[in-house]
């Protein structure tokens, strides 16, 4: 990587001046300095010390990790291009968690993590223990002792979630292996209460040597640049990711990305059925119409009880849902919960997974 220093793109000139009336010209020189035209400046990304840190750790070529969100597949194909792919395992019976690492062991060298929110049961933990996954990230809550013990006696690593100083504090008394720390432009679930630029300096107050990724609002290199020149170690991309081909989200909501600005996300609850916490979706018409109706709680959202379509096996999918339009879902595919980040409208295509990597560290670069 070729390193450049914007405080010294300067030139020194040489200044000719002729003497008039004395048949002689003398060369004056000056040492006057001009700027660079606009567009030779570039800003050149550089890798931090806890992003080389975060790569040693793991064993990766670029410093991106997908969210939760996408599906083994994805995960398969973000491993395979050098970044860390991810699995959510949360609401996978033990028995499937279990044949899920198994897989993801086979088809990667072991860059993927497994996350778990901990507002509900981690029923599959144990049995991803036994199975031999080399990673865990945890959100919604604190892993118990119990839990971080047999991780560390596994050989295996893991990561918190957090979004304050207070909260990085607890979680590093568990000594993590890194930190994500997530701001309010995240999309889906939002643990956060602050934006980046005030959570992110905060945390890093305190997290010392170890590493810390942000989460909400990235999808270009030129952001994950901005965020490890402001101390990150790498970025975690949900939106940008599950916009690629690989991702188990339908094609629909991927156009609906793709179609998408800042301006089409809220941060609202009113998908509350099933978790009712905050998040951060694309507007449609369940929300718009709750909205008209004066954003009424549970009990009183109008089309409440609706059925709107149902899953790939076959199960219901009510109106105020959490569960969002995925691949093999059918019905009213609208109407369903899309999550999505503040950083949606630099989404402008949906590419493969290591297509959209290459680009990502080249942006990143600013070639």
Not at 132 to 154: D, H, R, Y
Not at 297 to 303: D, F, I, V
Request: charged share 25%.
């Amino acid at each position: 990587m070729k390193n450049q220093d914007n405080s010294s793109s300067r030139r020194n000139f040489l200044k000719k001046s002729s003497l008039a009336g004395l048949g002689l010209t003398t060369a004056l020189m000056s040492s006057c300095e001009q700027p660079k035209p606009q567009e030779e400046i570039r800003e050149i990304g550089e890798l931090n010390e806890s992003s080389k840190k975060l790569l040693s750790l793991f064993k990766l070529k670029y410093p991106f990790f997908q969210a939760a969100p996408g599906g083994e597949r994805l995960a398969m194909a973000i491993a395979k291009a050098g970044g860390m792919g991810c699995v959510s395992l949360g609401g996978a019976s033990p028995e499937d968690a279990y044949e899920i690492v198994l897989r993801m062991n086979k088809e990667t060298n072991g860059n993927y993590y497994a996350n778990y929110l901990l507002h509900f049961e981690p029923n599959s933990f144990d049995k991803a223990i036994e199975a031999g996954c080399p990673n865990f990230q945890f959100s919604w809550g604190l892993p118990s002792k119990e839990m971080v013990t047999k991780i560390k006696s596994a050989g295996a690593k893991f990561c918190v979630q957090v979004s304050s100083k207070q909260n990085a504090e607890k979680a590093l008394e568990l000594l993590p292996d890194f930190l994500f720390c997530q701001g309010l432009e995240a999309g889906g679930h939002i643990q956060a209460t602050k934006y980046l630029k005030d959570a992110l300096p905060q945390v890093l107050e305190v997290a010392g040597e170890v590493p810390v990724l942000v989460s909400g609002g990235i999808s270009t290199g030129h952001d994950i640049r901005k965020a490890i020149k402001n101390g990150a170690a790498g970025a975690v991309m949900g939106s940008r990711f599950i916009a690629a081909k690989e991702s188990d989200i339908s094609d629909f909501y991927k156009q609906k990305l793709v179609d998408a600005d800042a301006s089409n996300t809220v941060y609202t609850n009113c998908f509350s059925l099933g978790w009712n916490a905050m998040h951060r979706v694309l507007r449609n018409s369940t929300f718009l119409n709750w909205e008209a109706e004066g954003c009424p709680l549970e009990g009183n959202k109008p089309g409440e009880g609706e059925v709107i379509g149902k899953t790939s096996w076959g199960m219901d999918i009510e109106r105020y849902s959490g569960w969002g339009p995925w691949e093999g879902y059918t019905g009213d595919l609208e109407s369903m919960c899309m999550y999505a980040g503040e950083g949606v409208g630099e989404i402008k295509d949906i590419p493969a997974a290591s297509d959209l990597i290459e680009r990502l560290w080249k942006e990143f670069e600013n070639k």
